[in-house]
């Protein structure tokens, strides 16, 4: 699908967004692995955490959806059943990855696929701590879907993980619910934290000292009724409209502001980003409030080290932003950037150039100069939900209508994307 995206003049107004996807997947597999009903509000909608549901279904687990709520049976740790068919993560490296570890743990053997991008992301890097447990995986040339994971009992182990990233550490943690004694993770930086706070929220023994976090195998697991915050990944392409918009202003209502997320605000603050939280809570161990965003002039700014992994999936957005500071935006330590739903230093200096701005990239990073005009152009995709919407932004600061193609890739985290987006602008 191509969207023809017009210039737009400023973005006003109140907006509430579905349902974080990190979380979503982590409430929905422990829902599972719990004993008794879970109840999830405000689920999120994207592609990808319904394909999770769909391979707890395969599974053997009960899931329907209620109204706005998400309902799962819990089958107890050891209630899952074999799949006959694959289980299909789409285009979901954290279905993929997190699942792989609750796998590692069953008596049975499951293959695990994925779409065309999933089936080329790294897979060794769960693949090497579920085989220290004794699980038995194999995956294409080592290190690429299919998986297929024989589990079984588990050993404990102490593993420190090789890339910051919260994916493997969560794929560890989930298997160490299978295994005898402690589990333990080590961080090279710190990331999202959403894993642990879960655990903890269904009655896991989590312990976090600094970057080693570890947790008891085998405990009683009990349904919850959540309700999962906002998504401040997806509520990012909003606030980076908003700034650069003149006389724009905007609400986001109960966005999802864990510490180990909100390092975006953080930044965009430093660039001189008028926003403000309002209505600061917590809600089930995660924090949860209101933003509010001025129009405001970017100074620019080095996103690099620890802040790189905080910020990894703002990245292509932050990219877009720094065109349009004055001092431009340095990326580095960013590797990961290049193993994510496309390479996305690739895919992010590909729609800059074609909007007629410059950037200088590397293998771990990029530099964007600041002051750049954007010249409304026939845009890609490159079927990344991230790239779909933050080059969308881009072409509403843009002079001159732009084209993008594969508009759609934006469902995989935000259905209503371009639906809320249009909700809110006025054109230019
Ligand atoms: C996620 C972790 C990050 C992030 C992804 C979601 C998660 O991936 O990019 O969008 O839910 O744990 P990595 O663990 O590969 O860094």
Redesign the pocket.
């Known amino acids: 699908m191509t969207e023809r995206i017009a210039p737009a003049a400023r973005l006003r107004g109140t907006l509430r967004l579905p349902g974080d ?3 979503s ?2 409430y929905a597999i422990l829902g599972a692995l719990a004993e008794g009903e879970t109840r999830i509000r405000n689920y999120a909608t994207g592609a990808d955490c319904r394909s999770t549901l769909q391979c707890l279904r395969a599974l053997g687990t009960p899931v329907e959806t209620e109204g706005d709520e998400v309902v799962i049976q819990g089958r107890g740790l050891r209630g899952l059943r074999p799949s006959a068919e694959a289980l299909d993560a789409g285009n979901s ?2 279905t993929m ?2 699942l792989a570890g609750v796998l590692a743990g069953q008596p049975f053997l499951t293959r695990l696929t994925g779409d065309a991008s999933l089936t080329h992301r790294p897979m060794d ?1 769960i693949v090497r701590p579920l085989r220290l447990m004794g699980a038995h995986v194999a995956a294409r040339e080592e290190r690429f879907p299919p998986l297929e994971i024989r589990g079984g009992p588990l050993r404990a182990i102490e593993y420190e993980l090789p ?8 794929c560890v943690l989930l298997a160490g619910l299978y295994a005898e004694g402690r589990t333990a993770v080590i961080e090279p930086v710190r ?2 934290d ?2 642990e706070v879960a655990l903890r929220q269904f009655g896991a023994d989590v312990e976090i000292v600094g970057r080693r976090i570890s947790v008891t195998g085998w405990p009683r697991l009990e349904g919850r009724h959540l309700e999962v915050p906002g998504d401040l ?1 997806s509520a990012a392409f909003f606030i980076a409209a908003a700034l650069i918009l003149p006389e724009s202003e905007l609400v986001i209502e109960e966005v999802g502001l864990n510490p180990t997320r909100s390092a975006l605000l953080d930044f965009l603050c430093s660039m001189g980003a008028r926003i403000r939280i309002l209505n600061l809570r917590e809600q089930a161990g995660e924090l949860v409030g209101d933003i509010q965003v001025r129009s405001s002039p970017l100074r620019g700014g080095v996103i690099e080290k620890a802040m790189t ?1 905080a910020l ?2 703002e990245i292509p957005v932050l990219a877009v932003l720094g065109a349009l500071s004055e001092e431009g935006l340095t990326v580095r330590d960013a590797a ?1 950037l290049r ?3 496309s390479d996305r230093i690739a895919t992010v200096a590909e729609n800059l150039r074609r909007l007629g701005a410059s950037i200088e990239t590397s293998v771990d990073g990029f530099y964007v100069p600041g002051r750049q005009k954007l010249r409304g152009a026939a845009l890609a995709s490159f079927g990344d939900h ?1 790239i779909a919407m933050a080059f969308s932004i881009a072409a509403l600061a843009a002079e001159g209508d732009s084209l993008l193609e594969g508009a759609e890739a934006a469902a995989v ?1 935000l259905p209503e994307f371009f639906r809320l987006l249009g909700g809110l602008t006025h054109s230019a």
Request: net charge positive.
């Open positions: 996807k990190s979380i997947h982590r490296g954290s990855r997190l890097r890339v910051a990233s919260a994916q493997v550490k969560s990331t999202r959403h894993t990944s992994a990894i999936d990961e193993v994510k739903e991230r985290s």
